[in-house]
C-alpha cells in the first residue's frame, strides 16, 4: 500500500495542538502518589513486605521520591503507593528516532525489606511481546544496574549511589535505543557492518510490535495511567500515523521517523519516490496495524479525519495484494494449454503438417 500523506494541519492549528499537548502534560503530574495498587505486578508480595516506618530502606525511599519529583525527564512518570511506599511504577516514553517512537512502554518496581543493599526489583509490562533484548516477554528486565546482567563496578547497582531515576534514564537510553538489534551483545561482535541488515529488519519487527503495545495499552490501561494513556495517544496520533506510512512506502528507515537524519543518510524523506528497501513481510502486517491503528486513536479523541479519508481513496483506487495476486496468477497459462502447445509442437515435428486440426481431431483436447 503506498500512501501519500495527508496535508499536514495549518501552521495556527499545529501551535494550538501544541499547547493542548503540554497542558495534558502539565495536568498529569510527573510524579503523584496515588491509592491503588490492585494491578501492581508486585502487589500480592503480602503485608510482611512493607517497609517499615523505622527501616533503613524507608529512609532510602522517602529520599527516591524527592529525587524522582524533582529531576524526572519530561519524558517518564511515575506514580507510588501511599499504602505501599515498597511499590512504585513507571512509563517511559519512546524517543524520537528509534523504533520505540511515541510508545509507552510501563515497569513496576518492588523495593525489598533490605533495601537500598540489594537493587528493586523491576517487571517490563510487556503484554506477552518481545520488542527488545533487554525486556523478556514474561517481563524480565535484564540491566547490569540491576544485577541481572554482569557489568563492570561501576555498572552495578551501587547500595551508596545508585538511585531509580538513574535505572529509568537508563533503561530509556541504553534499551530503548536506536538499535535495540546490537543490545545484545554477540550481535556484531565480528564487525558491525555485518549486521546492518539484520539490525534493520529486527527495527521492523519492533516497530510492529510497538504498535500492537500500544493497541493493548488503549484497550486496557494500566491503573492511575488511563487517562495519560488516552491523552497521550489522542496527542500522538498523527505523528504515529505518518511514521507508519513513511515506513511502508520506504521514504524512511524504520527507526529514523523524527530523526534529524531521517532516511539513515540515503535521501530527503521529502523525496517522492521510494529510497529504503522496506520488506513485503513488513507492509503486509503495517497495513493491517495502520487500520486498527486509527479506529483506536479515533475512539481516543484524535483528530485523524485526513488519515481516514486518504485509507479510503486508498482502498478505491489501489487493488489489493489479494486481487493483485489473483491477476497475476489468471496471466498464467492454464495446464489445457500448455499440452496443447507440447503436442502440437511434437506433431509438427513428426511431421503431420496440419498441426492444430490433427491434435483436435484427435480427440485429445476439446474445440
Wanted: glycine fraction near 6%.
Amino acid at each position: 500500500m503506498s500512501m501519500a500523506l495527508p496535508a499536514k494541519p495549518t501552521r495556527g492549528t499545529t501551535h494550538n495542538s501544541e499547547i493542548e499537548g503540554k497542558l495534558n502534560t502539565l495536568s498529569f503530574k510527573r510524579f503523584d502518589v496515588v491509592s491503588d495498587d490492585s494491578d501492581h505486578c508486585y502487589s500480592k508480595n503480602g503485608p510482611d513486605c512493607i517497609i517499615k516506618t523505622a527501616s533503613k530502606a524507608h529512609k532510602k525511599i522517602m529520599k527516591e521520591w524527592r529525587i524522582l519529583e524533582k529531576h524526572l525527564p519530561d519524558s517518564i512518570f511515575v506514580r507510588v503507593y501511599e499504602n505501599r511506599m515498597d511499590l512504585l511504577r513507571a512509563v517511559i516514553v519512546g524517543a524520537a528516532g528509534t523504533p520505540y517512537d511515541n510508545g509507552l512502554y510501563f515497569f513496576d518496581f518492588y523495593f525489598p525489606p533490605d533495601y537500598p543493599t540489594r537493587p528493586p526489583h523491576v517487571y517490563y509490562h510487556s503484554r506477552g511481546l518481545k520488542l527488545n533484548p533487554n525486556l523478556y516477554s514474561d517481563g524480565r528486565v535484564c540491566l547490569s544496574l540491576l544485577n541481572t546482567w554482569p557489568g563492570k563496578k561501576f555498572e552495578v547497582w551501587n547500595p551508596n549511589e545508585s538511585t531509580v531515576l538513574q535505572i529509568l534514564v537508563s533503561i530509556q537510553a541504553l534499551v530503548l535505543n536506536e538499535k535495540p538489534y546490537f543490545n545484545e551483545p554477540s550481535h556484531g561482535i565480528f564487525g558491525r557492518a555485518i549486521w546492518e541488515n539484520r539490525s534493520k529488519a529486527y527495527n521492523e519487527d519492533v516497530f510492529l510490535l510497538s504498535c500492537k503495545t500500544m493497541l493493548l495499552l488503549l484497550r486496557r490501561p494500566p491503573k492511575n495511567f488511563e487517562v495519560f494513556v488516552r491523552n497521550h495517544f489522542r496527542d500522538r496520533a498523527d505523528s504515529i500515523l505518518r511514521a507508519c506510512i513513511a515506513y511502508m512506502d520506504g521514504s524512511v528507515r524504520v527507526g529514523y521517523h523524527g530523526n534529524n537524519n531521517e532516511n539513515d543518510g540515503s535521501s530527503s524523506s521529502s523525496s517522492s519516490s521510494s529510497s529504503v528497501e522496506v520488506s513485503e513481510k513488513f507492509k503486509a502486517s503495517m497495513e493491517k496495524l495502520y487500520s486498527e491503528l486509527l479506529v483506536a486513536f479515533q475512539k481516543s479523541g484524535a483528530s485523524v479525519g485526513n488519515f481516514v479519508e486518504r485509507l479510503n481513496v486508498e482502498k478505491k483506487t489501489t487493488p489489493s495484494r489479494f486481487q493483485l495476486v489473483v491477476k497475476k496468477k489468471n496471466n498464467k497459462p492454464g495446464i489445457s494449454k500448455k499440452v496443447f502447445t507440447k503436442l502440437k509442437k511434437v506433431l509438427t515435428f513428426l511431421g503431420f503438417g496440419k498441426g492444430i486440426a490433427d491434435v483436435r481431431s484427435s480427440g485429445m483436447v476439446g474445440t
